[in-house]
């Protein structure tokens, strides 16, 4: 099914398949606009933690009534874990047992940089409990608006049905053009290049990143996606970090955005994204950066 984004499959998935009262399970922290999409319908969003496999499994089996767990499992947002095989097929498991959904969100997986990527959990679903959600915007540009929806067979018609209704025509110039251009072959050679410019400016962060900073943890492997999060000692220092960013017109996000209300046993860090910032540009903004939080 083709959306205009990813923001619209989701906001479609929780209005088709949720209702007042029920459970939705979303990372915390995590993706915000999601959680919001669901609790709309009246649906009760819980945060589970994310730990370095993933989605906290354990904790989501303890959920009562919960019937979705959204994840970001090729490149956790914000954290940038990559969710291990063992914990995908347990929460496949968990879906197959509580008769429950997924909505897989892969927003950047074409971004990989050493390594196999682990398959989706849409390919290892073998009961449809997946529901898969991707976007066009990391690839080519958000103001594309293509995204679409890889459902489960048994969705499709009531997905369709409902889609038409809310959308009734969808604008179809992009997705002609975005067609033809998959189908020349040219898609690939494009993502090709977007990973290596994506590489290219992530290693100039990495180059240029100031160490020793206090309070500021090592910046860590990062193997997949656009952005990385790394750790700072406590929400005080965060707070002021970005601050003093701001105040040196770079402009990065602190961890504490990405919680739900009322979470407890919060960590602050720092959440930078490379991809939209070239590599001179990297190197002039890490100048400033060293030169502030030494100051």
């Known amino acids: 099914m083709i959306t205009t984004g990813a923001q619209q499959a989701i906001s479609l998935c929780a209005q088709l398949l949720l209702e007042p009262g029920v459970g939705v399970a ?15 319908t009246g649906a009760t969003v819980h945060g589970v933690a994310v730990d370095s496999e993933g989605l906290d499994c354990t904790a989501l089996a303890a959920l009562q009534h919960c019937r979705m ?5 090729s490149h956790q947002y914000p ?4 969710m291990s095989l063992a914990r995908r097929l347990e929460l496949l498991a968990w879906a197959e047992r509580s008769d429950g959904w997924i909505v897989e969100d892969d927003y950047d997986g074409e971004y990989r940089y050493s390594g196999a990527p682990l398959a989706p959990l849409a390919a290892l679903d073998r009961s449809g409990r997946v529901l898969y959600v991707g976007t066009f915007s990391k690839v080519a540009f958000p103001a594309l608006r293509l995204g679409y929806l890889v459902l489960p067979k048994q969705l499709v018609e009531p997905f ?11 604008e179809a110039g992009t997705q002609a053009v975005m067609a033809q251009f998959m189908a020349q072959g040219h898609f690939q050679r494009h993502i090709r290049r977007m990973r290596r ?12 990143w100031p160490v020793d900073i206090p309070g500021v ?30 105040d040196a017109g770079v402009e990065l996000n602190g961890l ?12 602050a860090g720092l959440v930078l994204g490379f991809a939209a ?19």
Do not use: Q
């Open 26 to 40: 979303v990372e915390n922290p995590g993706y915000r606009a999601a959680g919001c999409a669901f609790g709309l």
């Open 69 to 73: 767990a959204y994840v970001t499992p």
């Open 197 to 208: 410019a994506a590489l290219s400016r992530r290693n100039a962060l990495i180059a240029g």
């Open 256 to 267: 504490g955005d990405y919680w739900l209300p009322g979470a407890v046993d919060k960590t």
């Open 79 to 82: 954290t940038g874990v990559v």
């Open 217 to 246: 943890g090592a910046l860590p492997e990062m193997v997949a996606g656009l952005h990385v999060k790394v750790d700072v000692d406590n929400p005080e220092r965060e707070r002021w970090l970005v601050e003093k960013a701001l």
């Open 277 to 295: 910032v070239g590599e001179s540009g990297i190197a002039e903004a890490l100048g400033k950066l060293r030169k502030v939080w030494r100051g």
């Open 160 to 170: 369709s049905r409902a889609r038409a209704l809310m959308v009734r025509h969808s």
